[in-house]
């Protein structure tokens, strides 16, 4: 069984930074996409950042310039950087990979449980 656990989530006056994590454990083959998205109050779930297994990166407009997603292929693990935060950055932040294990070789996504981002003006 694969697991994503993320951590780093937590209030940050706008102007600030914070620092997601992601963790994947488990029979772990290999991981080839990674990505943040994130659901604000009240809306869909969309989006944030994708780094692929060969660490090409991806962003959605809004954060171009104030995140940055990175990998640790050794920890199986997923960044993401976020700095100069807005209220509208306000989101409950889930991390997501598409990962090879031993019960799945062919690959198959997972999520993690989310944490909350809240950015106060």
């Known amino acids: 069984q694969v697991r994503l656990v993320e951590s780093g989530g937590g209030l940050v006056q706008a102007g600030g930074s914070l620092r997601l994590s992601c963790a994947a454990s488990?029979?772990?083959?290999?991981?080839?996409?990674m990505g943040w998205y994130r659901q604000p109050p009240g809306k869909q779930r969309e989006l944030v950042a994708l780094?692929?297994?060969?660490?090409?990166?991806n962003y959605t407009d809004s954060v171009k310039g104030r995140f940055t997603i990175s990998r640790d292929n050794a920890k199986n693990t997923v960044y993401l950087q976020m700095n100069s935060l807005i209220p509208e950055d306000t989101a409950v932040y889930y991390c997501n990979a598409d990962v090879r294990s031993r019960s799945y070789p062919w690959g198959r996504d997972y999520w993690g449980q989310g944490t909350q981002v809240t950015v106060s003006s």
């Open positions: 488990g029979s772990i083959f290999s991981i080839n996409r």
């Open positions: 780094i692929s297994s060969g660490s090409s990166t």
